[in-house]
């Protein structure tokens, strides 16, 4: 496979998604990186390292639509989270292929299907980090003695990060915006310790359901509408009211036509798989 025949792979992905083959895809960019590095083309080892990238921001984002078809909620969370990072990477530095290999559509796409995601609180572990390394020349590095490479920065083929050892853990804090997102918060069972996934996926699954591609297109709007009182007949006119107002229901909602509920509107490019209606959610 040349290096043309990957970028036409790449490039296609919104079509040949579902037959082409990941594993031969990387280690053909595995090969030619390694024969440019020996031949000493720094610069197409990087090109070549750029396209590793791709491959992964393209494989994250299959997966993520692939286990939330399964209703694998928290392993597509994750996954997200790792097109985010690598996008973020690629095109803070090589911000020329934004406009290729649909990254402008899973750009788009990654962050809006983040925010379906009922997570809002995320467990921050706090560190004392007494020794970093650079991956690159591996020499230990503080402020005063860098190294002069550059984090993020690609050295013959090969992205340069800092490997930390020697941690010491602080403590961790109850967050609602980490630095990463993986932390969720999740309850466990007290009895065998499992642990316990407390969150409504209605939202998320919703959407997938309808969406019969990867890369089809979709919008939404999250607006507040109101409910019948019907639907809401099970709280008492002194109880809290069910829009979280934090104000007596007799005081709130119930002096007009209906509760106040979050409401998020989907609009499909495409016929959608089942007959779209509007979701109400709860945060
Ligand atoms: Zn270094
Ligand atoms: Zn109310």
Redesign the pocket.
């Known amino acids: 496979m040349t290096f043309d025949d990957v970028k036409t792979l790449l490039g296609e992905v919104r079509i040949n998604y579902s037959i082409r083959k990941s594993p031969e895809i990387s280690s053909a960019l595995a090969a030619l990186k390694e024969r440019a590095v020996l031949d000493g083309e720094d610069d197409a080892a990087e090109e070549l390292c750029c396209h590793e990238q791709i491959l992964t921001i393209q494989e994250c984002y299959l997966k993520a639509f692939a286990q939330m078809k399964t209703g694998e909620y928290y392993e597509a969370w994750c996954v997200l989270e790792k097109a985010e990072n690598t996008l973020s990477w690629l095109l803070t530095n090589y911000p020329k292929y934004a406009g290729c290999f649909e990254l402008r559509f899973i750009c788009a796409t990654v962050p809006r299907l983040q925010s379906l995601f009922p997570y809002k609180y995320f467990i921050s572990p706090e560190f004392l980090i007494r020794t970093k390394r650079c991956s690159i020349c591996e020499k230990n590095i503080s402020i005063r003695n860098p190294c002069g490479h550059r984090v993020g920065g690609v050295y013959k083929g090969k992205i340069c990060h800092r490997e930390v050892s020697d941690i010491e853990v602080l403590g961790t804090a109850i967050v609602a915006n980490p630095s990463q997102k993986y932390s969720v918060v999740f309850l466990s069972d007290p009895a065998t310790k499992e642990r316990k996934d407390q969150y409504n996926y209605s939202v998320v699954q919703y959407l997938i359901s309808r969406l019969a591609e990867p890369f089809d297109g979709w919008s939404h709007e999250v607006t507040k509408r109101r409910h019948p009182h019907s639907r809401y007949s099970f709280v008492g006119r002194n109880e809290k009211?069910?829009?979280?107002?934090g104000?007596k229901?007799k005081k709130?909602?119930?002096l007009?036509d209906g509760?106040?509920r979050p409401h998020i509107q989907f609009t499909f490019q495409k016929k959608p798989l089942l007959a779209a209606e509007a979701v109400e959610y709860s945060e």
């Open positions: 009211c069910p829009c979280e107002s104000m229901y709130c909602c119930l007009t509760v106040l």
